[in-house]
Structures are given as C-alpha cells and as structure tokens.
C-alpha cells in the first residue's frame, strides 16, 4: 500500500484564546507509522485531533494528509474525511465510548455506517475484531462501565478499526494495558501499518521504538525534532529529545534524569530556551525551524563541547596513550573506564590542559561565548557564567591546602582572578558550597579544611571546581577513596549538578557498574586508545524491543 503523506506548513491551532500548536512543519512520506512523542502538554493529542478532521480550536497554516488541507478544509470534506476515510481512537476510552451501548454495538456501529453491513453481518464482523484483541464474547455484551480500563482501550482500538479507514489516529493506545496486552496490540499496529497510514501518540518509548517508522518529537506545541524512529530514539540531536530518552527507565542503565524546569508558555524565540543547556541570546528570541535534518535548533542541535583527537602521550618513556580521541556534547556524562595503570589520569590531565600531549590536539567547539546568554543563578541552562573547563583531581585532599579555610579554598579558584569584591567573592563560594550539598553556614566557612571528612573533601573538590560556572567538569575517580554511602551521595550530587547546572561531565572511573548508573556513553581506555564498551543486554536502548 502506499502510504498517504502527512506534512505541515507553519501548521497552528488556537484555543482559549492560547496556542497549542505553534509553527508545525514537517513532512512524513516513509512507510511506517508517524509516532508523535513529547511530554505532557506539548500538543500531541491536539495534533492527533486535528489530523482526524477534529481539531479543537481555529488552525492556521496548512495540514495535509494525501493531497487534503485539513486546516483549510468546509465542514462537508472534514464530515467526508471522518470516519471512512480517517478514524481516532482518543486516549480517554471511558469518555470516548457510550456508556448505554454495549461493546459489540459500538463497534457494530461504524461497520454499517461506513461498511454498508447490514445488522447481523456488521455484529458477526464486531465480534470477529474484538476477538482478535483478546476480547471474548464474553465481554460482548458488557456495558463499559462492566470493563477494565485495559479492556475499554481495546474495544475503542476495535471500533477505530472497524472502518478500515485510509488513515488511523491512536493516542496513547497502550497506556491502560498490561504487559501481555501491550504486545498484543503493538503486533496488531504493526500489522495494520502494512495495510493503512497510522499516526500514533504516546508518552512511553517502548511503543514508539517498537512501531518504528518516523518520529515526530513535540514541545510547546512545536516541533524539536523529526526523523526516522531508529535515529531519533537512538542517537537524537536535539537536546529536548535527549532530555526525553534520559527521563526513560532503563534496567542497567543510567539512572533517571528529569528535564530542570518548567515548560513555558509565549515564548517569542525557541521554546525549550529556558530549559536548555546549551541556549544562547539568539535562541531568546529567534524561533527556529527544522533543518535538513529535521532538527529545530538554532545552533545545529547538541553541540560538543570537547574534542580530542589522536592523543599520544610518553610518560617514564613508555607510551601511555595511542592516538585516543573522544567527544562530549552539551550536558552529556560520558565515563572513562579501564584498569589500573591503563593511563586514565593520564588522559584526563591532557584533556584538563595540566599535561601537554605529545602529538593530537583537544578543542572545545562548542564553548564559544559569542552570544551566550549565561544561566540563571539557579543553574537552568547555559555554559555557565565563565564557560570552559574544571578538574577535580583524584586526590581531593592533596589538592586543597590543609591550613585553608573552607571558604579560602572553595573561594580560590575566583580570588586568584581578582574580578570580584568581598561580597560577591563570599556570595559564589556560599553558592558553590550549597551546589555541592555542603553547608554554607558562617561557621563552616570558617573550618580549616583538615577537619574535613573524606567525603566532605571531595565534596569541596567539586565546590572548588563550580564556583567558575564550567560547562564541563573533568573528575578523575571521584569516588575511589569512598565508603559506599558516601560514594552513593557523591554519584547522586552528580546527576543532580548536570541536571540543574545543564554540565558536561567526563568522569573516569575504574568501577564498571558506577559508570553505568551515571554516564549516557562509557568508553574503554586500554592500550593507549578508547573503545565504547557496549550497553547492559538488558538496557533499553538495544534489541529487546523488537519482539514486537
């Protein structure tokens, strides 16, 4: 079958005097379902709505489904678009289904209004189908209040079907269902994608892996990215649709990572700009539209902010690194891994500029200021206040001097530059210390650092490094010399500090299973050259989905 092309031209729906799609272009013209992914409030069932011919407000702009401009179109095409043509299952099966017809009549219904079946064929066909949803004739006759909400998603999946429209609009078909229920119903998409064009929404990135296809990813009503399922949901490149993978579960993966903030409504320039990272002053107030790539962002997508390629280090006069490159984008982890003595230190001193390479060189791209609008004291978003790069070393008591005090150490790093007074000097370091989860208290700032705790240290290590706003922080084995409580609040400070401050971390670490529960990426450093180490077999990003 050929599949119908679904495309948008600065494509709008208003309601309640607000915007809830805004500027929408795209075009979907590969076989396989249009999966509309993104969190809740971003427009996806508005857009679900009005690709079935129901949109709930006045559009603007162009939707197009096989040569039709939805938004353009009299009442008399939207009345022939329904139904025969185009069917939607809507999200809320309770409310969609009539409460005083039973289940085999409502699905009867379409079957003689769109089918021509007279009563007795088009009830014999309505039980065919639910049956094939693992719906049996015993529940035929219940009334939906009778049902579960699984079994009301299916009977309302069952009546969408019924007219075996050209084109089928399912939002969130899989929310209400258990495990065995949910493949079930993705094998039967899968199915009916081979025989008719499916748009579907969801929130959850199983199905939207599983169904494949192409996928629409929308925020504030706009679209941040677009592209083939198997891309996008792997590898994204804008940061909103990372934000969504991190914020997925993952057995053995990393841990959940929010998105910080709260969407915005009337944004003039991009949308996710006060929630992004990596946002500069042009993305205030210019809005931007998908490129080539399918990426609306002004600064081409994720940008990487360390570069390194072809490192060769001596040390003792024995090669310690081979030509080892790396990359780390905006507000990614990535950890290094690798044995004792594998040269780990060693790479993160060059990649630190503390250590000269002897051939290769390490860039950081993505750093420029030039418009930078610089995050909020808060932490969301941005390359920090100065940018650039900090080191936490592996030894953190080695490297704070003993007679300091607490605020003399966290404070040095901004003293030395001798930009700030007093005030502002004590105000960052209270700042820094709090980042970090350690007391700002007068009396703390007083205390010479050597009464410090093991973990206390290493916490003040990590003050020191973010009292400068870095946009990446190096930390060599943060956690080495640490029980496993500490270490566990150490690990947690980290996410929460990328979370909220938008960092890149690049943390080396010999313990394979830390690595895994904070880096988005793992690389293998042995043999003086860095090799990605797979993901965990059972880890969402891999294969497990296509049992489907």
Not at 139 to 159: E, F, K, T
Not at 396 to 407: L, R, Y
Not at 503 to 526: G, K, Q, W
């Amino acid at each position: 079958m050929e599949s119908l092309v679904i495309e948008a031209e600065d494509f709008g729906v208003s309601a309640g005097g607000r915007a809830l799609l805004r500027g929408l272009r795209f075009r979907a013209a590969q076989a396989g379902p249009l999966v509309i992914v993104g969190e809740s409030g971003a427009g996806k069932s508005t857009l679900a709505r009005a690709l079935a011919g129901l949109a709930p407000g006045p559009a603007t702009g162009a939707l197009r489904v096989g040569g039709l401009n939805l938004a353009a179109a009299s009442a008399a095409e939207l009345r022939a678009w329904r139904g025969r043509r185009a069917s939607i299952a809507l999200q809320d099966a309770a409310s969609a289904l009539n409460p005083q017809h039973t289940l085999l009549e409502q699905v009867a219904e379409p079957l003689r209004l769109h089918r021509a079946m007279g009563a007795r064929q088009a009830r014999a066909a309505a039980a065919d189908l639910l049956a094939s949803l693992d719906l049996p004739a015993s529940l035929h006759a219940r009334y939906p209040a009778q049902c579960s909400g699984g079994q009301l998603q299916r009977a309302l999946l069952a009546v969408a079907l019924a007219p075996e429209p050209e084109l089928l609009v399912l939002d969130e078909p899989t929310s209400a269902l258990d495990a065995a229920a949910r493949d079930l119903v993705l094998r039967r998409l899968r199915a009916e994608a081979r025989q008719r064009r499916l748009a579907v929404v969801t929130h959850d990135l199983e199905p939207a892996r599983a169904l494949q296809g192409q996928t629409l990813v929308l925020y504030g009503g706009s679209v941040m990215e677009t592209g083939p399922a198997a891309r996008v949901l792997a590898a994204p490149r804008h940061p909103y649709a990372r934000g969504l993978l991190r914020a997925w579960p993952r057995e053995g993966g990393k841990d959940l990572q929010g998105i910080p903030g709260e969407p915005q409504d009337g944004a003039s320039g991009c949308p996710f700009a006060n929630r992004c990272s990596q946002r500069i002053e042009r993305c205030l107030q210019e809005r931007p539209a998908p490129d080539a790539h399918g990426v609306a962002c002004l600064r081409g997508g994720i940008v990487t902010v360390l570069a390194a390629h072809g490192l060769h280090k001596r040390a003792g006069g024995q090669p310690v690194l081979r030509g080892a490159s790396l990359r780390v984008q905006s507000s990614e982890t990535v950890a290094i891994t690798g044995a004792s003595g594998a040269g780990k230190s060693t790479l993160a001193r060059v990649l630190a500029g503390l250590l000269r390479p002897d051939a290769g060189t390490v860039e950081m791209p993505g750093l420029a200021r030039d418009g930078a609008s610089g995050p909020a004291r808060n932490g969301l978003g941005g390359q920090g206040g100065q940018g650039g790069l900090a080191f936490v070393p592996q030894h953190a008591a080695a490297s704070v001097a003993p007679h300091f005090s607490v605020f003399e150490a966290v404070a040095e790093p901004l003293a030395i530059e001798g930009r700030l007074d007093a005030a502002a000097l004590q105000a960052a370091a209270r700042q820094a210390l709090t980042d970090a989860r350690l007391p700002a208290a007068d009396d703390f700032l007083r205390r010479p650092a050597r009464r410090l705790s093991g973990g206390e240290l290493q916490r003040l290590a990590i003050a020191r490094a973010l009292i400068t706003q870095p946009a990446l922080l190096i930390a060599d084995e943060p956690t080495a010399a640490l029980d496993a409580s500490v270490q566990a609040k150490v690990l947690r400070l980290f996410l929460h500090l990328q979370e909220t401050r938008g960092l890149a971390l690049l943390l080396i670490t010999h313990d394979l299973p830390v690595a895994r529960h904070v880096a988005d990426r793992i690389l293998r450093l042995e043999g003086g050259v860095l090799t990605p180490v797979a993901p965990a077999p059972e880890d969402l990003s891999g294969q497990a989905l296509n049992r489907f």
